[in-house]
């Protein structure tokens, strides 16, 4: 094990809550991907580091480096929220550069709405009762295709119409090795919960 690999495994792991594709939303995800490799063109697309099928996900909050000790209460809180929370749809609206068109993002981001708006609140409200600090930016779900340190600048926005299923919620880890972060889901729970009246 190299100097860096042993202080990573001696440092508070680097933690998110997400989402993890379903199959078929995987497949519509490998469509866009492949829409933009033949855009791109060979010479452009080696530049590109693709999000692999299994680090794919829909960020619902970012935890950073935790105390492994929250890592059983946060296991908890993950299963409670999944027994308060159904499954729920969203609409994928737009592939283009994210945050902003400079950016050295791809992604297809969706369109928010309340059932996915409560289950982002519910993850922030976990985060406050074990005394963490939640992200201040506005929420804005999205998966990432790939990354790109020149942008994706010569790539026209795609407008979308997709509606995905989000019937899970993960506890992730992310762990640094020699192509990348990796994304090792640490407990998945479906959503489970009862359907909302009105």
């Given at each position: 094990?190299?100097?860096?690999?042993?202080?990573?495994?001696?440092?508070?792991?680097r933690?998110?809550?997400?989402?993890?594709?379903?199959?078929?939303?995987?497949?519509?995800?490998d469509?866009?991907?492949?829409?933009?490799?033949?855009?791109?063109?060979?010479?452009?697309?080696?530049?590109?580091?693709?999000?692999?099928?299994?680090?794919?996900?829909?960020?619902?909050?970012?935890l950073?480096?935790?105390?492994?000790?929250?890592?059983?209460?946060?296991?908890?809180?993950?299963?409670?929220?999944?027994?308060?929370?159904?499954?729920?749809?969203?609409?994928?609206?737009?592939?283009?550069?994210?945050?902003?068109?400079?950016?050295?993002?791809l992604?297809?981001?969706?369109?928010?709405?309340?059932?996915?708006?409560?289950?982002?609140?519910?993850?922030?409200?976990?985060?406050?009762?074990?005394d963490?600090?939640?992200?201040?930016?506005a929420?804005?779900?999205?998966?990432?295709?790939?990354?790109?340190?020149?942008?994706f600048?010569?790539?026209?926005?795609v407008m979308?119409?997709?509606?995905?299923d989000?019937?899970?919620?993960?506890?992730?880890?992310?762990?640094?090795?020699?192509?990348?972060?990796?994304?090792?889901?640490?407990?998945?729970?479906e959503?489970?919960?009862?359907?909302?009246?009105?």
């Open positions: 094990m190299g100097s860096k690999q042993k202080r990573e495994a001696l440092a508070d792991p933690l998110f809550i997400g989402i993890r594709p379903t199959a078929d939303t995987q497949l519509f995800l469509s866009l991907v492949n829409h933009c490799r033949q855009q791109l063109g060979q010479s452009a697309e080696r530049d590109v580091r693709w999000t692999s099928q299994a680090n794919r996900h829909l960020t619902l909050a970012f950073g480096e935790t105390p492994a000790e929250l890592i059983p209460p946060l296991e908890a809180g993950i299963l409670d929220i999944a027994d308060r929370i159904q499954a729920c749809q969203a609409r994928v609206v737009t592939l283009q550069p994210f945050p902003k068109s400079r950016s050295r993002l992604a297809a981001e969706l369109l928010p709405n309340p059932d996915l708006d409560r289950l982002h609140e519910c993850c922030r409200g976990l985060m406050k009762q074990l963490l600090e939640p992200e201040s930016a929420y804005r779900p999205h998966f990432t295709l790939g990354r790109n340190r020149r942008g600048s010569r790539l026209p926005p979308l119409d997709r509606i995905v989000l019937d899970n919620i993960v506890l992730y880890q992310s762990r640094m090795t020699p192509g990348g972060s990796q994304y090792h889901p640490l407990l998945e729970a959503l489970s919960g009862p359907a909302q009246s009105g």
